[in-house]
């Protein structure tokens, strides 16, 4: 049998989902059910950038690899993605983990991020997404985003079904992404993206309560975090309580974030750190794209220069996991997360864990070991107690470890194949009576 497909009567303001119903209604239940699936092409847009290797077919980029994109190819034959793209040669490119592969193409989009280009861009975009959209059956964008809200107004002008994954909070990413540009166009950006995420009829969410409560929706929706985690061994703990047995004269900290904005609170972590530099011996570690230039500069003034590190990023999985398996504690002082990948990923490594009260980090960490985000001294205070209290960071390794087994493929792919296997259903049934 197939599904069954409801709705809840709507405002007129509704006309798309109001339609859907209309068109629902027309078709009888077993010829939506009986007949043989058919096959089902999806879009996807975004604002990432994908890095394309000159004069060949080969797309890379170290989180949207191909392994993303299997997740929707579990239920859709195949899967177009908009998004922006940066021409590379083998020895510029950046990214290391390939996102090309069987059943994926590419569409390169310009970017719409300033204001300029979304008045000069936009018709050109709008172009790419109805090509695109000429020959799939559904699409899928990713919020918060410049393409995304535009993307679903095209779908819904031309009758196309479309979901979306909200995976951050709008206000926050531009308020605090480091200048006047973006506090100015933080309250137009949240209002663009809680109209597109209510009266979407699927929603995926990457948190458990705190998108939802801004970005609510009208529409069938799963919290799913789009974390990818391997089966984790119980000796991952063993070895994390083996590290904590060891002589740890100098406690070793991590960051994994982004250098080139302000929202991954990198500032506040150099700020709460050498508040305490003549408490406890400490080195810091960062992780991330972009120039460390500014962030070693702020390391420099507050004289703690030589207990930092910056390091290029690498691709997740074993790579990641091996960069922290080294460290002693990780820290995520964010002004801006929906839930934070690296977070899970430190642990996943048993990693005793400190993180701001942004986004959906309340939701993965003790309560004790949560700052409010921007207050350096808080922080600093947190960081002392559990540099000094050996058993409070086995016990938060211990809890983090356990939280983490909630992440894993196994579990999580289940509810999003589940899901994303409804929304294709669905777009597959709107298809049939069209």
């Known amino acids: 049998m197939g599904p069954e497909i409801h709705f809840e009567r709507r405002t007129p303001k509704d006309g798309f989902l109001l339609c859907f119903e209309k068109r629902i209604a027309a078709a009888s239940p077993s010829s939506i059910m009986n007949e043989g699936r058919i096959s089902m092409k999806l879009t996807f847009a975004y604002d990432v950038v994908i890095e394309h290797l000159e004069g060949t077919e080969q797309y890379f980029h170290n989180y949207f690899d191909y392994t993303v994109w299997q997740r929707y190819l579990s239920v859709f034959d ?17 990214n290391l983990k390939v996102s090309s592969g069987p059943e994926v193409t590419f569409l390169k989009a310009p970017s719409l991020s300033d204001p300029v280009s979304m008045i000069t861009k936009r018709k050109e975009v709008i172009e790419i997404i109805k090509k695109s959209l000429s020959t799939t059956d559904a699409m899928i964008v990713r919020l918060p985003s410049e393409i995304g809200p535009l993307a679903v107004e095209v ?17 926050d990413a531009l308020w605090n992404y480091g200048n006047w540009k973006g506090k100015v166009y933080a309250p137009i950006m949240t209002w663009k993206m809680k109209k597109t995420v209510k009266n979407a009829p699927f929603a995926l969410y990457v948190t458990r309560e705190f998108l939802q409560k801004h970005y609510p929706t009208k529409g069938h929706s799963i919290n799913c975090s789009n974390v990818e985690l391997p089966s984790l061994p119980k000796s991952i703990l063993e070895d994390r309580k083996v590290v904590m047995d060891g002589n740890n004269d100098t406690i070793k900290i991590g960051l994994i974030g982004s250098m080139v904005s302000k929202y991954k609170g990198i500032d506040i972590a150099l700020q709460g750190l050498h508040l305490i530099k003549d408490e406890i011996s400490f080195e810091f570690r960062v992780i991330g794209e972009g120039n460390p230039t500014e962030w070693d500069e702020l390391s420099r003034n507050l004289g703690i220069r030589n207990k930092v590190k910056f390091y290029s990023p690498v691709p997740s999985g074993e790579p990641i996991f091996k960069w922290l398996d080294d460290l002693d504690l990780y820290i995520q002082p964010s002004f801006q997360e929906g839930l934070p990948r690296a977070l899970i990923e430190a642990m996943s490594r048993a990693l005793p864990a ?15 070991c949560v700052f409010k985000a921007g207050n350096a001294e808080e922080l600093a205070s947190i960081l002392l107690r559990m540099v000094r209290d050996r058993q409070k960071r086995e016990k938060e390794s211990e809890k983090n470890f356990k939280t983490a087994l909630e992440y894993t493929n196994l579990i999580l792919n289940e509810r999003r194949t589940t899901f994303w296997g409804e929304f294709s259903q669905f777009a597959e049934s709107f298809k049939k009576v069209m």
């Not at 779908?155 to 206000?171: L, R």
């Open 155 to 171: 779908a819904k002008s031309i009758g196309k079904p479309y979901a979306v994954e909200v995976v951050g909070h709008a206000w």
């Open 78 to 94: 195949t899967i177009e993605v908009i998004s922006r793209q940066k021409e590379v040669d083998s020895g510029s490119r950046q």
């Open 354 to 368: 400190i993180g701001s009260d942004v986004g959906g980090i309340p939701e993965l960490l003790s309560p004790d």
